[in-house]
């Protein structure tokens, strides 16, 4: 019995793996065009049904981080406002803004990869996405492929301080 239930975490880990890949891709995206790189992907039934990098500088929208722009496409094309049977992989650990909207989108499940100590909203610098006077919770996990996610934003910043000197 042990062994099974090893197993199927194994297997579900190997899975969760693979879709934050897939948001490691739109974090690589941002990086390249100078953003600060994060990125997220939608999934629903195994699918993939929006992804987004961070924005915030083309658009010069302070909103516009790579969770929200993913959250309205995957709105966008389920057609609802809910995503009650969604889960989100994010790069990095959902902001307030973004901790915020996902609980107003009522979606499932947040996967991240690195905590966000300076203003991560799912329990670093505060919680908002299992506060108790909310009536949503969303469950979530952290540390899925996080060392990929920190070392391409520690590389962006150190490149980005090195420009500036
Ligand atoms: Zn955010």
């Known amino acids: 019995m042990q062994e099974a239930r090893d197993l199927s975490f194994g297997y579900s880990m190997k899975l969760h793996e693979q879709y934050m890949r897939e948001a490691l891709k739109e974090a690589q995206r941002a990086f390249e065009e100078e953003e600060v790189p994060v990125g997220a992907v939608v999934v629903q039934e195994g699918k ?28 966008h094309f389920l057609r609802t406002k809910w995503l009650k049977d969604a889960s989100l992989y994010v790069t990095i650990e959902p902001c307030s803004m973004c901790a915020g909207a996902l609980v107003l989108a009522r979606i499932k499940n947040i996967y991240y990869g690195a905590k966000d100590p300076k203003t991560g909203a799912c329990g670093s610098l505060t919680n908002l996405v299992n506060h108790k006077k909310l009536n949503h919770r969303i469950k979530t996990q952290g540390g899925i492929l996080q060392e990929d996610c920190a070392s391409l934003l520690s590389e962006f910043f150190k490149k980005k301080r090195h420009r500036r000197n």
């Open 48 to 75: 993939i049904i929006a992804r987004a990098s961070n924005q915030v500088e083309r658009l010069k929208d302070p909103t516009a981080h790579a969770e929200m722009l993913a959250l309205t496409s995957a709105t």
